[in-house]
């Protein structure tokens, strides 16, 4: 939420403007848009945000960021684009994999420039434009405010905002892309980031079989089991993991045993001793594609992250008070409830052509 | 809902306590009749800065100064951002700085003369800013001209600008090549080292449409280290995040500003 500390004309320059974009999207187009064989989204077909039904309202709705076709292409090529690392290696993308659903199969931590190990697992990216602030840690209080911080962390891009806009100026087809979409060719970090977070804020998984059901679409029909599940969720982990995101997106510490990282979490922000260890609760959404589970990856698959619940929390003072007991469900509950998970996961969102690597 | 909370905010908000000027578009009492219809359009300021330490000039590199508790220091970088500009004119009008975002940097001797336009013609007698910028730029997301991250004045991992940044060197510093470095950063809460500044011309300075005034202002870095907290480089060489030591050294600068002279050609 922007805090208001002062009214001034830019303030009022930006409700202008947000009211004039609010145009876009109440009367965007109903109908899906044509998709070419590449993915690439026709200049017929408009780039449209639309909030799923029943949905709450998005914290980011690309105010002073007009969403466009040429704006998300430019934001998809940069996202793919390992030019933004120094050694033109890594991409936002090699760590945020499509078929991932954005987050990195198969890696706890990620690897950056120079095989450089990183600390905390690459989270998954989908409804981004719900989260009102980033990073396990919510350091990063705005969309357009993320990018800069993978760009420049020496054990992932370590690139510096003039050696991207370097190689990119040196680029003829990008000079054309930034003018298409800004205006004239000037590229400048906050174009750069505004662009990709055009690309980012389109990522919106909302067709579950979960979604279906609730919409009482075909597809959506669910099994006892998956119903029995549902219940086991509501009454056990819907207080942090709550419908339809899956996450309040607050910060807790849910008992995980320190490791030798002895990672402080958001205290490493806030410096307050209250959020020692604290880390922001996830979406339980699509956790097929994006395993290994918690901030540091440490559990492979869901049976861990039960276990962990039923018998591994560790006691500490800022331990948050839903888990102060364990989670203990019977193995009918917890083989109802994985079945349920499962209704989470939405394949045509890793699947969806806008959203792969541009050919 | 988010929508109409803005608009209410927005709406209620519109009264302002200052009396905002406006460009004069009154010919009435222009005495030169046939003469210069736009003699009483808008102006210009030249707000110029020179930063010193105590009475030395500041020369960046192995120049030694002196810190009010005793320890010696040269300075490597200087940078702060100057924001909200306002001018008050001799009757109480205040203009405000549109967009008003600058930084002023040791090394650049072209961002220490800013130019103010569209200023309405009056006889201004005090100038007021805000060290650092205000919270809506911290929340606001990518920017552009001098909030551009790309100035090296900016946290990504807790978003936020640098409001101010000295890097040096002392003697006396424990760390590793007797590094000083303090980027004053933090917009939130108590610890925000957000602060304004009020400076009184020494004379008026006379803006017309067609004569621009130059306002100089002395920053003396050397009060970013005392006296209101001694700052003993021994112990505290470095600040790098926010809190209780970046708002004593930001209370400690809030005084640093001081007029040197109002030119009117």
Known sequence: ?359 | MLLAAAILVLLSACHKKDDPVTPSNNNNNNNNNGNDSTSDGPGTVNLSFVNKVGNQQMILGTTAYVNAHGDSFSINHYKYYISNIKLTTDSGKVFTEPNSYHLISEESDSTKSLLIVNVPKGNYTSVSFMIGVDSMANVSGAQSGYLDPIYGMYWGWSTGYIMAKLEGRSPQSPVANNVLSFHIAGYKGPNSVQRTVTLPLSDLAKVTSSKTPVITLISDAAKWFGPQTIIDFGFSPMVMEEGAAASAIADNYASMFSVQSVHNP
């Not at chain 1, 892309?177 to 750069?192: A, L």
């Open chain 1, 1 to 359: 939420m922007h805090i208001f500390t002062s009214i001034n004309r830019k303030t009022v320059r930006n409700i202008s403007l947000l009211l004039a974009a609010g145009g876009l999207f109440t009367a965007g187009c109903k109908k899906d848009p044509q998709i070419t064989d590449n993915g690439k989204v026709t200049d017929e077909t408009p780039v449209v945000f639309q909030i799923p039904q029943g949905w709450p309202t998005p914290f980011y709705q690309f105010d002073n960021n007009k969403l466009s076709n040429a704006g998300f292409e430019l934001g998809r090529k940069l996202f793919f684009d390992p030019r933004l690392s120094r050694d033109n290696s890594i991409s936002c993308g090699s760590c945020h994999q499509p078929f991932a659903a954005f987050a990195q199969l198969d890696h706890p931590v990620s690897h950056g420039v120079n095989n450089l190990l990183g600390t905390r697992n690459s989270p998954a990216l989908f409804n981004l434009n719900w989260h009102t602030s980033f990073f396990w840690d919510g350091g990063v209080n705005h969309i357009e405010a993320q990018p800069i911080n993978p760009i420049q962390n020496p054990v992932e891009m370590d690139e510096t905002l003039t050696g991207i806009i370097a190689k990119l100026n040196a680029d003829a087809n990008y000079r054309t892309q930034f003018k298409n979409t800004f205006g004239d060719e000037t590229i400048n970090s906050q174009r750069i980031f505004k662009a990709i977070c055009q690309f980012m804020g389109m990522l919106v998984s909302d067709n579950s079989k979960y979604d279906r059901y609730l919409r009482g679409e075909a597809g959506g029909a669910m099994t006892t089991q998956e119903l029995s599940g549902l219940q086991v969720f509501r009454t056990n982990c819907a207080s942090c993991h709550k419908e339809p995101l899956f996450s309040d997106f607050s910060y807790r510490n849910n008992g995980l045993p320190k490791t030798n990282v002895n990672d402080s979490g958001r205290a490493h922000v806030t410096h307050d001793v209250a959020d020692l260890y604290k880390f922001k609760v996830p979406s339980l959404r699509n956790l097929k594609y994006t395993s290994p589970y918690m901030h540091d990856g440490r559990f492979d698959v869901l049976d861990s992250v039960l276990a962990h619940y039923d018998h591994g929390i560790q006691q500490s003072p800022t331990l948050d008070p839903a888990v102060q007991n364990g989670i203990h469900l019977s193995a009918q509950e917890r083989a109802d409830l994985l079945t349920f998970l499962n209704t989470l996961n939405d394949e045509t969102f890793v699947k969806d052509p806008r959203f792969q690597e541009p050919k």
